[in-house]
T-cell receptor, first 112, second 114 residues
Framework: DAKTTQPPSMDCAEGRAANLPCNHS???????VYWYRQIHSQGPQYIIH???NNETNEMASLIITEDRKSSTLILPHATLRDTAVYYC?????????????FGKGTHLIIQP | DTAVSQTPKYLVTQMGNDKSIKCEQN?????MYWYKQDSKKFLKIMFS???????INETVPNRFSPKSPDKAHLNLHINSLELGDSAVYFC?????????????FGSGTRLTVV
């Protein structure tokens, strides 16, 4: 799986959009970008994934650059409950029987 | 509620004991996993099971053994517990081996070996 790089921590004001960047410059053509988050003392939670098109669901939006070397997860209206560690993972879909490879992630702190 | 549930939530035991952690999913997923999160918060995969077959086995000690009585359950047995086994263990499941639609994790079992 391609290595991903994320800032170790970020702050965001409650009610504002939180934009979490991720670099994956060595991503290969068959690898998707997945985002998970882990709220303190809970298991990781799937957020969203994409290949090359931008994606949106009820939780977040995912913007992937045209060259696929980086992406941004957007939480449109952050709340205090969005404080968590966010993981960006690049892995093949459908063939990654090795499970997820988690890095250090970004600790997002939502400020009241 | 549809979910991945694991028991117990907390487990404190002495060195040398044998213990088990249970995991059940009612999502109809066909692959289940065990992950370990150490004190530095790194999450690492330990095992996965697909159709009752062990399909990956990371370099974990053979004191750890996963057992799957059926597709909905993947239990983790640990023999001769050591201090270094203290960690949070997460069970997860996915539809298909690759987890294309995402993995669903349980809430974790915090194991403390004293």
């Amino acid at each position: 799986d391609a290595k991903t790089t994320q800032p170790p921590s970020m702050d965001c004001a409650e009610g504002r959009a939180a934009n979490l960047p991720c670099n994956h410059s060595t991503i290969s053509g068959n690898e998707y970008v997945y985002w998970y988050r882990q709220i303190h003392s809970q298991g990781p939670q799937y957020i969203i994934h994409g290949l090359k098109n931008n994606e949106t669901n009820e939780m977040a939006s995912l913007i992937i650059t045209e060259d696929r070397k980086s992406s941004t997860l957007i939480l449109p209206h952050a709340t205090l409950r969005d404080t968590a560690v966010y993981y960006c993972i690049a892995q093949p879909a459908g063939g990654g029987a090795d499970g997820l490879t988690f890095g250090k992630g970004t600790h997002l702190i939502i400020q009241p | 509620d549809t979910a991945v549930s694991q028991t117990p939530k907390y487990l404190v035991t002495q060195m040398g004991n044998d213990k088990s952690i249970k995991c059940e999913q009612n999502l109809g997923h066909d692959t289940m996993y065990w992950y370990k999160q150490d004190s530095k918060k790194f999450l690492k995969i330990m095992f996965s099971y697909n159709n009752k077959e062990l399909i990956i086995n990371e370099t974990v000690p053979n004191r750890f053994s996963p057992k799957s009585p059926d597709k909905a359950h993947l239990n983790l047995h640990i023999n001769s517990l050591e201090l270094g086994d203290s960690a949070v263990y997460f069970c997860a499941s996915s539809q298909g081996q690759g987890g294309y639609y995402g993995y669903t994790f349980g809430s974790g079992t915090r194991l403390t070996v004293v």
